[in-house]
């Protein structure tokens, strides 16, 4: 069955320094993986995501994610946060090309605090 | 590219009573998804649509939620005799392929009292 762990409910950077929001799943086959951010009574809006190639990739609003394939880790960075960063960050998964659903898995999403 | 609409944006009813949902997805979009999130969860998977067919559903969703697409286009998901643990925010999203991203409504709040 596919899942998705975030193992920080919440995590805290000050502006200007580095974050990273962790990231690890389980699916069957190769996974198709997606950086989704939510504001307050919004629906979550598309970061990036990891299909195939390189695995390093970028996305909106200066975010990044790096896939390790025997980590089995989707891990998001920013080289340096914004105060306007603060928001709900979820991971999601699906099995990708070939798979028998199309379903896409969501954590449990973790909140982003930078303090000014 | 008008985004994905979700009619209504709060729903208040009483235990018992059976309420409707309207998604609006991108005009293209033949992929459409129900989505259910409750405060400090992640969005749970309900169900799944290519073009007219419904081709996956949660066990979450029981006997009282019926979702249709009758023509490929706009989606609608009802619950009968609601109750307060069907409480939570309805999220639907639209995309094109597999590998594309979902885009996502602003989702129906619903409170059942």
């Known amino acids: 069955a596919q899942s998705v762990a975030q193992p920080e409910d919440q995590v805290n950077v000050a502006e200007g320094n580095p974050l990273t929001v962790k990231c690890t799943y389980s699916?069957?086959?190769?996974?198709?993986l997606f950086w989704y951010v939510q504001y307050p009574n919004r629906g979550l809006q598309f970061l990036l995501k990891y299909i195939t190639g390189d695995n390093l990739v970028k996305g909106s609003y200066g975010f990044e994610a790096e896939f390790n394939k025997s980590q089995t880790s989707f891990h998001l960075k920013k080289p340096s946060a914004l105060v306007s960063d603060s928001a709900l960050y979820f991971c999601?998964?699906?099995?990708?090309?070939?798979?028998?659903?199309?379903?896409?898995?969501f954590g449990t999403g973790t909140l982003l605090a930078v303090q000014p | 590219d008008t985004g994905v609409s979700q009619n209504p944006r709060h729903k208040i009813t009483k235990r018992g009573q059976n309420v409707t949902f309207r998604c609006d997805p991108i005009?293209?979009?033949?992929?459409l998804y129900w989505y259910r999130q409750t405060l400090g969860q992640g969005p749970e998977f309900l169900t799944y649509f290519q073009n007219e067919a419904q081709l996956e559903k949660s066990r979450l969703l029981s006997d009282r939620f019926s979702a249709e697409r009758p023509k490929g286009s706009f989606s609608t998901l009802e619950i009968q005799r609601t109750e307060q643990g069907d409480s939570a925010m309805y999220l639907c999203?639209?995309?094109?392929?597999?590998?594309?991203?979902?885009?996502f409504g602003n989702g129906t709040r619903l409170t059942v009292t």
């Open positions: 999601a998964v699906r099995q990708g090309y070939g798979g028998a659903t199309n379903k896409l898995i």
């Open positions: 005009s293209e979009h033949n992929r």
């Open positions: 699916v069957s086959g190769n996974p198709y």
């Open positions: 999203a639209s995309s094109l392929a597999p590998d594309s991203p979902l885009h």
